[in-house]
């Protein structure tokens, strides 16, 4: 074979092809950091793209200093990314490993670069530094695979015995009981033995969610446990009563529904008429209304559920069928005195609640769509007759009827989608309050929706009557409503009492506690600072609340340094594209131009919920870290609405806000690769000591496992910490356990640590929050979690799965 200049021609070929590849890229990276620089970002990007051109043109004319050009930039590359990042990992990597791989490839053919130009080579030390190089490849790779989080202490959590008096005896409340904390006083599985679970037993519902098209079904659900039985409902609301021990099926009732956009079933309410009320013990409280049951009366214990088609219905917990008793035949029409409320303009997608002899409804009235919308009233009906017993409207709060002679509840004011919470010691109702119908536009809103808009609304349980309202966001332009059901807790104070208080997180990263009496704040709230935009007539508030007393989750301002991706082409691109965003950190207003929203509407946290541990007042909180891109332009006021989809937040391009002057743009905030511009993590899992008020640690929630990219699933079980859905369950024995992610897998986490000590596979991924209890006839305690398929991904099914520990022989 010819030879030319002392390799063969081949080698020589591959020599300049290496180095015209390297020259290209390196005039990719140069171009990209001048546009950079435009934009008043870095000039890393320019310099290491000349750098890297030099590298591949001194490779192609033949020359010998191509390496030594190289190892002077990737040192500055490596002292830059420290200089930049710290010592964290994903950051670190981002800057410095595809040039890592880079120097490998070039001490590789160093030799070869040496012969060619007839010099003499020393394999040895060109091939022992690649060596070296590959270990650190091989170390960088390694801890691709490894979870990056944050651990300052360890929670005093696992050391409280679960007795006879405090083991749980039924999860009958959304959130597990009273408190919503999602909390099981249970031990049997604890630290020790949870690797050894199982699968007891899969139930099959029948109802596979589409995750495309009209349908839009999504499997969201939490189970009850009452007794022997458990009750789940579907996406398109069939309820179902599965064998609490056996997982096999004693009755279902379906509710056919001709809705397409935003289907799905969070969870249903019970009560147990033959159960002695509880009267509330803080003062100034009315008393509950005592229920009144004639002997072989039907329906002593009923279910409850919030249809899709807005309709509350009561089911007899005992064979399925409709409570006669209760309102029409079994159900009630909530779309009554609403005007035009179809759905999904109007529609039901969190459970009911049984607050004393009361069963409350809120309705979820869909974002972004027009501002003449049904209007967010919260109705109390009697438990047992299903007459309506109060209304609060908030447009008109100080009315407790129904609208008479044909009027209608006022129109597009706040409403409350998300899951509420009871307090039977002061006998009220917490209710999550969302916006005005327009999120983004908020020119004609009322003093009322001022005042209701992004807040916690306590309701007298019996009367309805307004107690207090705490508002977390003063005119609201971002979506953030109150996204989640509050729990309540004994809140820890310096001097060793307690208060009782409620805690709550919102889309905007910020966790509250509120006093259960007052609304007042138990920890420190300020007033920031925040800038207008310039939409004509908008009534910009200039301060809005920071709960800096508690850890604020995945809500730092971001920074050019932040911007992130999978390589530093990705990475230049999205500094890019962040540079061209108007940008003023949390609560940066929408307007005309492009501006970004950190966190964006889908969170921080969101419907979920938390999880709390009473013995160690240990509060664990998952989130989501995406935000999102805004983009406001002119449209004619007649164009036509959406249809409500909320794909408004999913990149469907310009939306119209009916009867605004305005239609809108909103879409996730993404690199060229569809990967958040951000730094991970994308999703996490967050325990909070409330004594201290400060993070006893964080790991990231999910891996890229079952992500799609380009068509293809990753099979990578990279822990990078991806978005998270629903909430976390949390034991008296130690464990958190958590589902959500964007991967098929249910996890066990140690509570005291945040160390993952347990996962099982899932054949598909799941929105749910596991549930837990103990089967009355076999003394086993079960984990129970609803599989429908994750959000994002294309694989569905209809799986609720039980795991318990072997039976020991």
Known sequence: MSRKNGVSRP?????ILIGAIITLLGLGLAIGGAMLIGRGGSWYYLLMGLALAATGIEIVRGGTKALAIYLLAFIATVIWAFWEAGLDFWALHARIFTFLCALFVLLLIQPLILKRAGRQTNKGISLGAAGVALVAIV?????????????????????????????????????SNGDQNRFAALDQINRDNVDELEVAWTFHTGEVPKSSGDSSLED???????????????????????????????????????????????GLAYFDADQALKQPQAPNSTQVTSVTVAAGEACPRRIFMNTIDAQLVALNADTGEFCSNFGDNGTIDLKQNLGAAQSPLYSMTSPPLVAGSTV???????????????????????????????????????????????????????????PMTYDAWSNTVFLPVGNAAIDLWGVKRTPEDEKYGASILALDATTGNEKWVYQTVHHDLWDFDVPMQPTLIDFPNEDGSTTPALTFGTKAGQIFVLDRLTGKPLTKVIEKDVKPATIPGENYALKQPLSVGMPQIGAQTLKEADMWGATPFDQLMCRYIFKGYRYNGLYTAPDTDYSLSFP????????GGVSYDPTSDTLYINDMRLG???????????????????????????????GTPYSV????????????????????????????????WEVPLGTVQDTVLFGQKMHLPIPIGMPTIGGSMTTQSGLVFFAATQDNWLRAFDSATGELVWKARLPVGSQGTPMSYVSPETGKQYIVISAGGARQSPDRGDYVIAYALPDND
Request: with cysteine; charged share 15%; glycine share 10%.
């Open 139 to 175: 170390g960088m790779t390694w801890g691709m695979f490894q979870p990056h989080g944050i651990h300052n202490s360890v929670a005093a959590t696992g050391k409280t015995p679960v007795t006879d008096a405090t083991r749980q005896q039924n999860w009958d409340q959304y959130g």
């Open 220 to 266: 969201q659900n939490t189970p009850l446990q009452v007794g022997n039985s458990l009750y789940l409902c579907t996406a398109s609301n069939t309820v179902i009563s599965v064998n609490a021990t056996t997982g096999e099926e004693q009755w279902r009732h379906e509710f056919p529904t001709d809705t397409k956009t935003w289907v799905r079933c969070r």
């Open 628 to 658: 999102l891109y805004v983009h406001m332009q002119k449209q004619d006021p007649n164009a036509a609405a959406s249809d409500g989809n909320e794909s408004v937040n999913a990149g469907m391009g310009a939306v119209p806000l009916k």
């Open 360 to 418: 409350v409804v809120g309705g979820r009235v869909a974002d972004n769509v027009a501002l003449d919308m049904p209007g967010g009233v919260i109705r109390g009906f009697d438990v047992m007759t299903g007459d309506l017993k109060w209304a609060f409207d908030p447009g008109n709060p100080s009315d407790r009827d129904a609208p008479s002679d044909g009027s209608i509840y006022t129109r597009a004011t706040p409403n409350v989608w998300a």
């Open 11 to 15: 080698v020589s070929a591959l020599l």
């Open 600 to 607: 964006g509407s889908l969170g921080g946290m969101n419907w």
């Open 665 to 696: 743009t909103k879409d996730r905030f993404l690199s060229p690769l569809g990967i958040p511009c951000q730094e991970p993590p994308f999703g996490t899992l967050t325990a909070v000591d409330m004594k201290t008020r400060s993070v006893n």
